[in-house]
């Protein structure tokens, strides 16, 4: 009856509803990012009002005709929709607000996934900009509100205040001394060399040259305008630039007045907010005052905007902050005192900016940060002790398509608590061991990039991983102690590279493995040992070029033929504790079997129709069951300096044994006095 009485309350534009808090988007961001949430047990009716803002809708009409008593608030702009601005006394009257949701119409078609090779894309400032917007004073001071999602739509700064950004810029240019009537030319597109982070969105002097020093190019569709750029403080100097006419010319007097912008003051003091969500709000700028005195929020996302920089102390208003997203953004640089006051943050998403290094000064102390994102950043070189004081953080995404990352020796050092790390093309030529130091408790390590070789004993240092992904690195070659130490191991994947062979007893030391990816790579044949003592529920050979002969007599067709998939398990009670939960099983697949190439009347056949076409009964079988003898941790300096011996050049290039320690150099000289 409730829900009933409820529904028949609503406008012609708008539906009335009770919604469960569990279908509350901001809520299931929530519950996505935080998995022992309160929230995932919550089953609260609300009273929830979503409107539809066509082009007829006036704010003052709708409003004045919704329910009192509304806890839930979805505005959706339609397309077409002419400018309307929502202020503060259109929700006076909704004291029992606890959450709005404002959905403005992309008109811009913005990207879903900002990147710095896109630049031209990320900030096209055409003049056409949101048509919905929100007063400077709408939600400031608010003290009922709890969850704010705000998408696609502009804030309107306050016009009492000018923000800092813009004071500095006019003492900038008045520090140029440069008269009234000087030209100015408003730049809209990003310099293709930025040297400088102020140089995009500020307006600098340009002085045409009448006679370019670069010949235009023929097949350009309209004429090009070559200005000579001068920046303020002498920053830069004779940067030659390219615009397109035409161009907006206007005198400095007018450049001031048109460019005294208010200060983003939209959400101070609402003291009692615990989520905001501001994506795609053409954000260019930071401030602190922007989220002054939010005491308890908890959640902040402000990404998909244009923020090049973000101030030191930049969320001090907000000391509860749990979770933090800045991604997809421009900032082009982070520093240690940007954060200051976050003590209690526990998610930081820095990915799809363009950030292009990690040092010891990029990141403060962070007492509680559990997982830390900084993937799809131009990313060059992470710097020794970058990660030293993150000794609470158990997961780590970093790496980008297009920048090729180089690792070094104590570029993790400190991450003592991390359990997965993720890392995006990987760039070197041997994968050496003293890339993982400094991680003892990491269960999980995928890679991606160009790495042909791996180093003996490359994982030694992280004895507890249990799944190890090498998809798609490039690989060429693997040493034979490669996986030394690995003996808790539960997933290989070495699946799409160029391996071409494998040394016998390569996964020797795999004694827990239960899944092993060997696919697509360029393998024609393995060792007929090469799976002795492993017991894997899953074996992929599928996608290799195989030479089929009797060697595959031992190959098993219930485990090269499977495939991994997850099953739900519902939990079918709405208002238990309990949740549901995600099942992996594998599964017969035919079509994963491995193939012959070769010999050619094989061809396409699977491998155990051409062993049985062969008639290999009378090869010997291998024993699954046989144990492979661990090399225990004592042994390992023995293996290094057998490999030593075993090369051209075992010791120093002098002869000597400096490089050796002395318990090596007493067990050296055992074995020369035996030959």
Partial sequence: AGAEEWSTKCTQDCTCQLLSMQDLSMINWIKKHKKDSEYHHNHTKLRAVTCVLGNSVELDDLFATLPNDTQVLNLLESPGSKSRTLMKHHIHNLQNLIAIEIQGYDRHHVYANYNLRKSDDIIKHDGSQSSFKINYDTFKDNSYLKYLSINHVQLIPNPAEISQSDEGLEKSLNRMKRSVADPLLELHTPLRQRKTRKMNEVKFRLDKIEKPLIRQKSNSRSPINYYKLFIPENEISDVLIEMKSPVKIVSYEEYVKNNKTGKLQNFAN????????????????????????????????????????????????????????????????????????????????????NVSHLSELSLPPFPKLHILDVRDNPVVHVFPNTFE????????????????????????????????????????????????????????????????????????????????????????????????????????????????????????????????????????????????????????????????????????????????????????????????RTDEKYGYDESVAPKCVTPATMHNMTVYQAVRQMNCSNIPSISKTAKYKPIQQKEVGKSRLLSKLKSKDPLNEDGSMSSLSKKAQKWYKMKKGQK
């Fill in 270 to 353: 609402m003291r009692v907010l615990e989520f905001l969500e501001l994506h795609h709000c053409e954000l260019t700028e930071f401030n602190y005052d922007l989220l002054d005195n939010l005491t308890s929020l908890r959640y902040l996302l402000i990404g998909y905007n244009h923020i090049m920089s973000l101030p030191d102390f930049a969320f001090y208003g907000t000391p509860d902050l749990t979770h933090l997203d800045i991604g997809h953004n421009n900032i082009l640089d982070i520093k240690s005192e940007v954060f200051a006051g976050l003590l209690n943050l526990e998610y930081l998403d820095i990915r799809g900016n």
């Fill in 389 to 580: 004081l993150l000794n609470t953080t158990k997961v780590l995404h970093i790496g980008a398509r297009g920048t090729s990352l180089d690792v070094g020796t104590d570029s993790f050092t400190g991450l003592v608590s991390l359990e997965t790390l993720y890392i995006a093309n990987f760039t070197v030529p041997l994968f050496r061991q003293d890339v993982l130091s400094g991680m003892p408790s990491l269960t999980n390590l995928a890679i991606r990039g160009h790495i042909p070789q791996f180093e003996y004993d490359a994982f030694l240092l992280v004895p507890k991983l249990k799944k190890l992904i090498l998809k798609n690195c490039s690989i060429e070659k693997m040493s034979m102690d490669t996986f030394i130490g690995l003996e808790d191991l539960l997933l290989l994947d070495l699946s799409h590279n160029r391996l071409e062979s494998l040394p016998p007893g390569v996964f020797g030391p795999l004694a827990s493995l239960q899944e092993l990816h060997l696919d697509h790579n360029k393998f024609t044949t393995l060792p007929v040992d090469i799976f002795q003592g492993l017991v894997t529920k899953m074996t992929r050979l599928d996608g290799n070029p195989w030479n089929c002969d009797c060697n595959m007599v031992n190959w098993q067709a219930t485990t090269t033929n499977k495939i991994r998939f997850t099953h739900v398990v519902r939990c079918g009670k709405v208002d238990s504790k309990c949740k549901d």
